[in-house]
């Protein structure tokens, strides 16, 4: 379930990873990875975009006019640091997928890896946690 936290320079909501995949299944939002190149590369959510913490410039986001933009990590730590720099450079609110690409995986949802024997790219994904 989504939740607001109300910070210095606007709203930080952090939403859960169903609720992610809901809303991009509709199109009501941009999914933003804030990981290294390298582990994008090696696994991501399909339609995700990539724009790195380590060279994050909250001016080359896109609109948030149609879409709302969440970002999203490994953990969901990176992700936050990014939110409230975002937050920061004067945006009224944004979100942050909990718990990261780890949460989405443990939910039993699908993501893109690599098949390193083939050098293809393969959606997969894990049993949910009990």
Same mark, same amino acid.
């Given at each position: 379930?989504?939740? #607001?936290?109300?910070?210095?320079? !606007?709203?930080? +909501?952090?939403?859960?990873? #169903? ?6 299944? #509709? ?12 582990? @994008? ?5 399909? !339609? ?7 060279? @994050? ?13 969440? @970002? ?26 909990? !718990? ?5 995986? #443990? ?16 959606? +997969? ?6």
């Amino acid at each position: 379930m989504a939740t #607001q936290e109300a910070l210095a320079n !606007g709203t930080l +909501t952090t939403l859960s990873a #169903q609720e992610v995949k809901e809303f991009l299944d #509709q199109g009501r939002i941009v999914l933003i990875d804030v990981r290294t190149p390298s582990e @994008f590369a090696f696994e991501r959510i399909e !339609g995700a975009m990539l724009a790195p913490l380590s060279s @994050f410039v909250p001016e080359t986001m896109p609109s948030q006019d149609s879409k709302g933009i969440v @970002f999203h990590c490994g953990s969901g730590l990176r992700s936050k640091k990014v939110a409230e720099k975002y937050l920061s450079a004067g945006h009224e609110g944004v979100a942050h997928m909990d !718990g990261g690409l780890a949460k989405w995986k #443990q939910a039993g949802l699908s993501y893109i890896t690599i098949d390193f024997g083939s050098g293809t790219e393969k959606v +997969t994904a894990m049993k949910p946690a009990s």
